[in-house]
């Protein structure tokens, strides 16, 4: 069986930073990519970063590019999302997927995770 945790979240003041991870078991972890989504009340699941199995390639949605970093470690299992100058609009339940590859759409992902909310106090 196929799990996904992310652990991380929590309650943050406007500027600072959290460490999203994202613990994968069931799978052979180094040929997945994981991707982070968010969902805010009321909005749909939206992408946020990923990161590719072959090469680590990387992705971010504008609006955290230069904010947040994606970084995995295989030996771990363990893909991280750090998450600096934290604003107010980042408030959400992060979730974390795997799949083949980064994949553009939210519901072609195969695996999730429960998700962690983040809230983000201005």
């Known amino acids: 069986e196929v799990q996904l945790v992310e652990s991380g979240g929590g309650l943050v003041q406007a500027g600072g930073s959290l460490r999203l991870s994202c613990t994968a078991s069931?799978?052979?972890?180094?040929?997945?990519?994981i991707g982070w989504f968010r969902q805010a009340p009321g909005k749909e699941r939206e992408g946020v970063s990923c990161?590719?199995?072959?090469?680590?390639?990387?992705y971010y949605a504008d609006s955290v590019k230069g904010r947040f970093t994606i970084s995995r470690d295989n030996a771990k299992n363990t893909v991280y999302l750090q998450m600096n100058s934290l604003k107010p609009e980042d408030t959400a339940v992060y979730y974390c997927?795997?799949?083949?590859?980064?994949?553009?759409?939210?519901?072609?992902?195969?695996?999730w995770g429960q998700g962690t909310q983040v809230t983000v106090s201005s």
């Open positions: 069931g799978l052979i972890f180094a040929d997945h990519a």
């Open positions: 997927a795997a799949d083949y590859g980064c994949l553009p759409r939210v519901d072609e992902y195969d695996y």
């Open positions: 990161i590719s199995s072959s090469d680590g390639s990387t």
